[in-house]
């Protein structure tokens, strides 16, 4: 302030050059706060406009998912139906066809999956239908039909102890079942117990010749009633041979 009420002209014009500049400082420095507070509510705050857009958007995009699941379904229910005609008339690769064309249209309906575990073991390929069982599961864990296909699948391929847990798992889920896993699990044992026997009918039919199995121990093992009809023919076979290969006066019985 003194410059400016200095009596020397040149002091008083550098006086307002620099007032002049300080102002021009403070006005720039104003607009750069206003445009970083303009710029900041921009980005926290957006228009109410476009947060509706927004919602509406997402609104729209969830009706149309709806109702192409809802058509998905339809197609699917409808492959399902076509794969169960070709089921029931014996053509089980026709029925393997639609349940997979359903499948696409809708990768989640653990029916189809059943349905095809089922044709599959039809046609013997019980490896695939464990993995359609094991889809049907991702599906719903507690889906007994699922299990019900791996005991059987488990069970011809002789995977025993798998095929048991397959079906104990059934009365977990649903204790109402346990008369029928009971059946289940009878079968097992006595699918068990058959190959069990078998293999010790190849064992004796391929040992016959060469062991110390007497002809009397050889009927004695036929006159059990419970013997499965290999190990029937299995020894026949054997007293077959015995025969051929003995002397007429040989040939006593002991």
């Given at each position: 302030?003194d410059?400016?009420n200095?009596d020397?002209?040149?002091?008083q014009?550098?006086a307002?050059?620099k007032?002049e500049?300080?102002l021009?400082?403070t006005e720039?420095?104003?607009e750069?706060?206003?445009?970083?507070?303009?710029?900041?509510k921009t980005?926290?705050?957006?228009?109410?406009?476009t947060?509706?857009?927004?919602?509406?958007?997402?609104?729209?995009d969830a009706k149309?998912?709806?109702k192409?699941?809802?058509e998905?379904?339809?197609?699917a229910d409808?492959?399902?139906?076509?794969?169960?005609?070709?089921?029931?008339?014996g053509d089980y690769?026709?029925?393997?066809?639609?349940?997979?064309?359903g499948?696409?249209k809708?990768?989640?309906m653990k029916?189809?999956?059943t349905?095809?575990?089922q044709?599959?073991?039809k046609?013997?390929d019980?490896?695939?239908a464990l993995?359609?069982?094991e889809w049907?599961?991702?599906?719903?864990?507690?889906?007994?039909?699922a299990y019900f296909?791996m005991?059987k699948?488990n069970?011809?391929?002789?995977?025993?102890s798998v095929s048991?847990?397959?079906?104990k798992?059934?009365?977990?889920i649903?204790?109402?079942?346990?008369?029928?896993v009971?059946?289940?699990?009878n079968?097992?044992?006595?699918?068990?117990?058959?190959?069990r026997?078998?293999?010790?009918?190849?064992?004796?039919?391929?040992?016959?010749?060469?062991t110390?199995v007497?002809t009397?121990?050889?009927?004695?093992?036929?006159?059990k009633?419970?013997?499965?009809?290999?190990?029937?023919a299995g020894?026949?076979?054997?007293?077959t041979?015995?025969?051929?290969?003995c002397k007429p006066?040989m040939c006593?019985?002991s």
């Amino acid at each position: 302030m003194d410059e400016m009420n200095s009596d020397d002209p040149v002091v008083q014009q550098k006086a307002v050059l620099k007032t002049e500049k300080r102002l021009l400082l403070t006005e720039e420095d104003q607009e750069e706060d206003d445009c970083r507070t303009t710029l900041n509510k921009t980005m926290i705050s957006p228009p109410q406009t476009t947060m509706k857009a927004f919602l509406a958007s997402v609104e729209k995009d969830a009706k149309e998912r709806a109702k192409r699941r809802r058509e998905n379904e339809v197609l699917a229910d409808a492959l399902k139906e076509k794969g169960n005609e070709a089921f029931a008339k014996g053509d089980y690769e026709t029925a393997i066809l639609r349940y997979s064309e359903g499948l696409e249209k809708l990768k989640d309906m653990k029916v189809l999956y059943t349905n095809r575990a089922q044709a599959y073991m039809k046609l013997e390929d019980y490896e695939k239908a464990l993995v359609d069982c094991e889809w049907a599961l991702k599906c719903d864990e507690k889906c007994t039909k699922a299990y019900f296909h791996m005991g059987k699948a488990n069970l011809a391929l002789k995977n025993y102890s798998v095929s048991r847990e397959c079906y104990k798992k059934i009365v977990e889920i649903n204790p109402k079942l346990q008369t029928q896993v009971k059946d289940y699990l009878n079968q097992v044992d006595l699918q068990e117990k058959a190959d069990r026997q078998e293999k010790e009918a190849h064992a004796l039919l391929d040992s016959g010749k060469n062991t110390a199995v007497t002809t009397k121990n050889l009927l004695e093992t036929l006159s059990k009633p419970d013997q499965i009809p290999l190990f029937y023919a299995g020894g026949i076979e054997i007293l077959t041979e015995i025969i051929k290969e003995c002397k007429p006066a040989m040939c006593v019985i002991s």
